[in-house]
């Protein structure tokens, strides 16, 4: 079983369309928490951190439930340059992020 | 300001060659990482840097990997001997504090491919 687990996708949406993504992690002691966003063949960009206390940025919403070992991301209204992979990291101990595979969204016309 | 830089873009190599690959992190950025990522997959993380002390090496797959932050600015990813399964894109991730808790800003990564 990998560490941090999301569903790959595709998502394929089409614009002004929420869309939600679901993260699970396996370990416990797991102390912060990130999305970050990838597009073709460019380099991960941090979104948002993710706080259990749920955090907003404009169209995006994450949250975190620890007890469920659970993220997700919340993106409203899809905008065509939202079309990109989302990655889910966890951040264990001592800086070592831990990448899910990513799931992929295409928003279209 | 210039972000994480890292160098060749692309490496082409031989199977059985040495390559070395090059990051620059951001100026003044204590911690630095170094990913792995195959194609379809999330990055993988392969060892962190606090300025020039190697804290972390455990995600190395082989001896025939081995990295080095000698000043604690610039670093090189060394593999030896290189192999069909060494091909990836090669990450460099940098962040201002220890422990890598924060941001960690990526550079654009040298695709290494291995014929």
Redesign the interface.
Known sequence: RKE?EQD?GPFNVPEGATVAFNCTYSNSAS??F?WYRQDCR?????LM?VYSSGNEDGRFTAQLNRASQYISLLIRDSKLSDSATY?CVV?N??????????TRLQVTL | GAGVSQSPRYKVAKRGQDVALRCDPISGHV?L?W?QQAL??????LT?F?NEAQ??K??LPSDRFFAERPEGSVSTLKIQRTQQEDSAVY?CAS?PT????N??F????TRLTVL
């Not at chain 1, 101990?93 to 990513?102: P, S």
């Not at chain 2, 220890?98 to 808790?101: A, N």
């Not at chain 2, 990526?106 to 990564?109: A, K, Q, S, V």
Request: hydrophobic share 25%.
């Open positions: 941090v790959p102390q912060s990130f460019k380099e991960p960009k941090l951190s990655l951040n101990a001592g800086g070592k992020l831990t990448f899910g595979t990513g | 911690s990482f990913y379809g997959q999330g990055p993988e993380f962190y606090q804290l972390d455990s995600g990450l962040s220890s422990g890598g808790y941001e960690q990526f550079g654009p990564g």
